[in-house]
Nanobody
Framework: QVQLVESGGGLVQAGGSLRLPCAAS????????MGWFRQAPGKEREFVAA????????SYADSAKGRSTVSRDNNKSTVYLELNTLKPEDTAFYYC???????????????????WGQGTQVTVSS
């Protein structure tokens, strides 16, 4: 098993930036693909970004391309999501998920992730 703990959320003005870390423990971090998803009130969870276990192949939702960067540090068992040029519509709970790397599945499919963190709230004011 792996435990995931997100942090770094908060209230930020439109145009600002945040960096969200997700720290993992309990299992070998480098065996997991790591993904970021978000869920706004009244909306379904949606994919933001993911990164392969080596950290050299990120993927992004169209809405995140150009404004987000996903990275990981396997030595620290942490994955990061950097959010830039934030907009009010980015307001949501942001979750990280872990998917065992041997599972061949779309990064954007949350149902294929094995573990989830509790999430961190990001609120963007206009």
């Amino acid at each position: 098993q792996v435990q995931l703990v997100e942090s770094g959320g908060g209230l930020v003005q439109a145009g600002g930036s945040l960096r969200l870390p997700c720290a993992a423990s309990g299992s070998t971090f480098s065996t997991y693909v790591m993904g970021w998803f978000r869920q706004a009130p009244g909306k379904e969870r949606e994919f933001v970004a993911a990164i392969n276990r080596h950290g050299d192949s990120p993927s992004y939702a169209d809405s995140a391309k150009g404004r987000s960067t996903v990275s990981r540090d396997n030595n620290k068992s942490t994955v990061y999501l950097e959010l830039n040029t934030l907009k009010p519509e980015d307001t949501a709970f942001y979750y990280c998920g872990a998917r065992l790397a041997y599972k061949v599945a779309p990064d954007s499919s949350g149902g294929n992730y094995d573990y989830w963190g509790q999430g961190t709230q990001v609120t963007v004011s206009s």
